[in-house]
């Protein structure tokens, strides 16, 4: 069983950066890739990006190409969401999650995070 806590979410102006972090329980952190997630109100939830288990490969959903960016550190169990540039329509709660792939359909993911917020106000 892994257990996974997001952190780092909080109320920022449009523009502004937040980086979330995952923590991961499990010692065998390095053999999962991570997903990231979000849910806004009233909307499904969806696919951010996800990244590798070594971190070498990571690809992201087009609304935030270029703007977010994945990042892992196995020795600290830990998956990073950068976020620059935000925009008010990045408000959600945000997820991360862990498969045994790099999967973007969120049913392929085992473990799931409680979620962290993120807001950005205009």
């Known amino acids: 069983q892994v257990q996974l806590v997001e952190s780092g979410g909080g109320l920022v102006q449009a523009g502004g950066s937040l980086r979330l972090s995952c923590a991961a329980s499990?010692?065998?952190?390095?053999?999962?890739?991570m997903g990231w997630f979000r849910q806004a109100p009233g909307k499904e939830r969806e696919f951010v990006g996800a990244?590798?288990?070594?971190?070498?490969?990571?690809y992201y959903a087009d609304s935030v190409k270029g703007r977010f960016t994945i990042s892992r550190d196995n020795a600290k169990n830990t998956v990073y969401l950068q976020m620059n540039s935000l925009k008010p329509e990045d408000t959600a709660v945000y997820h991360c999650a862990a498969s045994v792939g790099v999967p973007a359909d969120e049913r392929r993911y085992d473990y799931w995070g409680q979620g962290t917020q993120v807001t950005v106000s205009s």
């Open positions: 990244i590798s288990r070594s971190g070498a490969f990571t």
């Open positions: 499990e010692r065998t952190f390095s053999n999962y890739g």
